[in-house]
């Protein structure tokens, strides 16, 4: 009789393990993602890298009037902005009164200053990312995996020499604005990518 009950005991557990088992399993795949989701997206497409940016955890992307920026934003212009014929500018950017960042607009005018669209900026720090390429984390690796080859790759002296292209680029904007829609990466003698500015241009419709 105790052997029987024994056996009875050891199946009824054998049972258990294989069930919990089972239920950890399914729980494991119930919970990953997804392949499409965590698949990282590649290819150079200004569309999708427009409204790929993320400032401090808040997302944002460009181009976007001054007068769109939401109740937590705020502007004022850069002690180095000019009004001119060409309307181009540069205004501090804030986020509950935080600066967070310097924004190139365009469409800018003395007296209807709120017509300015932001149309350019650039992130240095590991807390920012534009289409997740990350200042001070990501690689120039990461960047040819993940676009292919620069369309122009431009080289100086300094912190980052050299600066990786891509998209249309503008080369006779001297003081107005770039009319370019791209990316350009500062990349340092590391290979660590910089900083990333992001340039979107679209005329204005009034234009």
């Given at each position: 009789m105790k052997r029987k009950i024994l056996l009875i005991l050891s199946s009824l557990m054998l049972i258990f393990c294989v069930t919990a088992c089972s239920k950890q399993t399914d729980s494991s795949t119930a919970n990953e993602p997804e392949a499409s989701q965590t698949e990282e997206e590649k290819g150079f497409d200004m569309e999708r890298i427009r409204k790929s940016i993320v400032i401090k955890g808040q997302t944002f992307e460009i181009p976007t009037p001054l007068a769109d920026l939401g109740e937590e934003w705020t502007w004022k212009e850069h002690e180095n902005?000019?009004?001119?014929?060409?309307?181009?500018?540069?205004?501090?950017?804030?986020?509950?009164?935080?600066?967070?960042?310097?924004?190139?607009?365009?469409?800018?005018?003395?007296?209807?200053?709120?017509?300015?669209?932001?149309?350019?900026?650039?992130?240095?720090?590991?807390?920012?990312?534009?289409?997740?390429?990350?200042?001070?984390?990501?690689?120039?690796?990461?960047?040819?995996?993940?676009?292919?080859?620069p369309v122009e790759i431009f080289t100086r002296t300094g912190d980052y020499p050299h600066f990786y292209r891509y998209g249309t680029i503008d080369h006779d904007a001297g003081l107005g604005p770039m009319k370019q829609q791209g990316l350009s990466m500062g990349i340092d003698e590391n290979d660590i990518v910089t900083e990333v500015s992001i340039t979107y241009y679209v005329e204005p419709e009034n234009n």
């Open positions: 902005s000019y009004w001119g014929t060409d309307g181009n500018g540069l205004v501090y950017l804030y986020y509950k009164g935080e600066e967070w960042f310097i924004a190139t607009v365009h469409n800018y005018y003395e007296g209807s200053e709120n017509e300015g669209i932001i149309y350019n900026l650039t992130i240095d720090t590991s807390d920012c990312s534009i289409d997740g390429l990350v200042p001070l984390e990501s690689t120039r690796q990461d960047v040819v995996d993940k676009y292919g080859e």
